[in-house]
């Protein structure tokens, strides 16, 4: 329903006040509210914009080196589902001043029916997806990069440079590595495939360290794939970092960093990087957006005595 | 700036890619996305609606009964600033399927200019203000019951009973509490009286343990006020506990249920009431809705170790 009609349904669901009796029936809205969400850093503008989720059913193989009944006590815990792990995805369009940057680009609605909301959020956040100058991308996994193309084949970002790792590149592009990957990996070289290969010759490759925008600096965070990528976002003496799947859910993987999650295509490098991460982030104190943490995806990371705990920023309705 | 002008802007910005180099710059937002979100109990819909918030300075009577240095301290611990507090305030409208109650009603903008947000939210929900049936109200301080009259006076939800405890109405309209008060607390008898003298006869008073709304059940919870009132909401077999000021921020003072916040009239009663309504709601496991937590204002608390901690739900995209 648009919001249009909801006002309309809801007018003429008013009545006259008569004493102590109320009888109006106002339609329920029946779906969320738009998933946006804005912060400073420094002077930069963020915008996260949930793309859905995606409820996938707990399996003994989701935690590779975990007893499925430990991963069910941590979810319990956290008060979700025991049953059911909530992956959400949200992406960030960050406003340098001088560019609009779209960091990863969500299922684009090919994934799951409860994903795919990034472009109908982006349009609430008043945003249009032909200003976006940048899609700059962390890894090649489908959840982060199918967006960047519409269904239809054509690009949702029409007038956006497309900047990824090379390291990422230089494997997903790999017709050797396509072609010793297990079955299970097929889907995702294919959708590498069809994003990439039409503007290959367009698509700007960037280096370990490299700053691929302004303020935006790689910090190379390899393990979950073999190029994965999150950033440093600095403005104003103040930072950003930009966690992309250095973790997945915080109630799973900020608790528990030794646990291996089925994504992890390097388990050993990633528990690695992750005890890294999580150190510098908490002993800084630095803010971390994470896109797989809930939305809005951003708050800091706490020491609880040996172990690490997400601690979400306090919603700011006042910028 | 409207989203009209926003998706215009962005989109005269927009320029054509030209290989490597964008130059768009579209305008920052500058102001926070509508705060809206909604969840189902049972068959009811319940939309959370932030009003803003006050951001109050520290001084050492904030909490009267703790050393200024330990509220630093927790308020460190939360990541929040050291030196202010953040007092959000989040109004609740449940559809019931037959009735649209809205369950407190902010501070009108009459409290800061960082408040007053209840209107806009409310509009970007779809609801319209003449929809509502029932303004119930869990206490008489002014920034639950000041947004019941626009500043002109007129009342904003035109066609709304209005519906409170019994307890509070004897206690705030009585002109001998009145001359007794203290100067600071003339502001708030005053409010009571602007909002209520002019529609005296038409206010619905309810009794300790009624049900002012169908599903929704009175839970004295006395002390922050002398008739300050929780509710039970119940539908489908599905609970929320609407917690009003049982404690104000989590932060504080579910982690520190002893604490007593200078804005509580029997302190005493205050914490005997929270400490009984943190062993429920942690014991049962149940939702519960604090009307000061960070939006979306929602979530559960957990006992660790001999204390408590409030865990916000996940935010759900889909419903």
């Not at 963020?46 to 590779?64: E, I, K, M, N, Q």
């Not at 795919?116 to 249009?128: K, R, T």
């Given at each position: 329903?648009?919001?249009?009609?909801?006002?309309?349904?809801?007018?003429?669901?008013?009545?006259?006040?008569?004493?102590?009796?109320?009888?109006?029936?106002?339609?329920?809205?029946?779906?969320?509210?738009?998933?946006?969400?804005?912060?400073?850093i420094g002077?930069?503008?963020?915008?996260?914009?949930?793309?859905?989720?995606?409820?996938?059913?707990?399996?003994?193989?989701?935690?590779?080196?975990?007893?499925?009944?430990?991963?069910?006590?941590?979810?319990s815990?956290?008060?979700?589902?025991?049953?059911?792990?909530?992956?959400?995805?949200?992406?960030?369009?960050?406003?340098?001043?001088?560019?609009?940057?779209?960091?990863?680009?969500g299922?684009?609605?090919?994934?799951?029916?409860t994903?795919?909301?990034?472009?109908e959020?982006?349009?609430?956040?008043?945003?249009?997806?032909?200003?976006?100058?940048?899609?700059?991308?962390?890894?090649?996994?489908?959840?982060?990069?199918?967006?960047?193309?519409?269904?239809?084949?054509?690009?949702?970002?029409?007038?956006?440079?497309?900047?990824?790792?090379?390291?990422?590149?230089?494997?997903?592009?790999?017709?050797?590595?396509?072609?010793?990957?297990?079955?299970?990996?097929?889907?995702?070289?294919?959708?590498?495939?069809?994003?990439?290969?039409?503007?290959?010759?367009?698509?700007?490759?960037?280096?370990?360290?490299?700053?691929?925008?302004?303020?935006?600096?790689?910090?190379?965070?390899?393990?979950?794939?073999?190029?994965?990528?999150?950033?440093?976002?600095?403005s104003?003496?103040?930072?950003?970092?930009?966690?992309?799947?250095?973790?997945?859910?915080p109630?799973?993987?900020v608790?528990?960093?030794?646990?291996?999650?089925?994504?992890?295509?390097?388990?050993?490098?990633?528990?690695?990087?992750?005890?890294h991460?999580?150190?510098?982030?908490?002993?800084?104190?630095?803010?971390?957006?994470?896109?797989?943490?809930?939305?809005?995806?951003?708050?800091?990371?706490?020491?609880?005595?040996?172990?690490?705990?997400?601690?979400p920023?306090?919603?700011?309705?006042?910028?």
């Amino acid at each position: 329903m648009t919001r249009r009609a909801a006002l309309a349904a809801a007018t003429a669901a008013a009545v006259p006040m008569s004493a102590g009796v109320a009888s109006a029936a106002a339609p329920a809205a029946g779906r969320q509210a738009p998933g946006v969400y804005r912060y400073k850093i420094g002077s930069y503008e963020v915008t996260a914009l949930t793309d859905g989720l995606v409820r996938r059913p707990l399996d003994a193989g989701f935690v590779r080196n975990a007893p499925i009944e430990k991963v069910r006590e941590a979810l319990s815990d956290a008060f979700l589902p025991p049953d059911k792990v909530p992956l959400s995805f949200t992406t960030l369009v960050v406003n340098t001043g001088g560019r609009l940057v779209l960091i990863d680009a969500g299922t684009g609605g090919m994934l799951a029916p409860t994903a795919g909301q990034l472009y109908e959020n982006m349009a609430a956040a008043g945003i249009d997806p032909r200003a976006i100058d940048m899609v700059l991308v962390s890894h090649f996994h489908p959840d982060h990069i199918a967006g960047i193309r519409l269904k239809d084949g054509t690009l949702a970002f029409p007038n956006a440079e497309v900047v990824v790792p090379e390291a990422e590149w230089a494997f997903w592009m790999d017709e050797g590595q396509m072609s010793r990957a297990p079955q299970g990996m097929q889907a995702a070289f294919k959708m590498v495939r069809r994003v990439f290969e039409p503007m290959a010759k367009d698509v700007r490759r960037f280096e370990r360290e490299a700053e691929p925008a302004p303020g935006i600096v790689a910090i190379p965070a390899y393990g979950h794939t073999p190029g994965h990528t999150a950033f440093r976002l600095t403005s104003e003496g103040e930072q950003l970092i930009v966690w992309s799947d250095t973790t997945n859910h915080p109630a799973l993987f900020v608790r528990n960093p030794g646990w291996h999650a089925v994504f992890d295509m390097e388990p050993e490098q990633a528990e690695a990087t992750r005890r890294h991460m999580l150190d510098m982030v908490a002993t800084d104190r630095l803010w971390v957006a994470g896109y797989h943490f809930p939305f809005p995806a951003i708050g800091h990371v706490a020491r609880t005595g040996s172990d690490f705990a997400f601690v979400p920023a306090m919603w700011n309705p006042v910028l």
